[in-house]
């Protein structure tokens, strides 16, 4: 039988932000860099590039 395990902490422990910054510090800067770009393409979805945008204002003529 498989029992659900739910663990409830509070995100400004200390402690927990502690254990966070060690275990990504252990990590190399390609797995870091990997982890944010997997975490941009769930958000963005899987375009390679963020997208540009430019816009052109016309400044009136004195």
Request: charged letters at 30%; one cysteine or more; proline letters at 2%.
């Amino acid at each position: 039988m498989i029992k659900k395990v739910v663990k409830i902490s509070n995100l400004n422990d200390e402690n927990l932000i502690s254990n966070d910054l060690k275990y990504w510090l252990s990590k190399s800067s390609e797995e870091r860099v990997a982890a944010v770009e997997f975490l941009r393409r769930q958000y963005h979805g899987s375009t390679e590039r963020l997208q540009r945008v430019a816009r052109i204002i016309q400044r009136p003529s004195c």
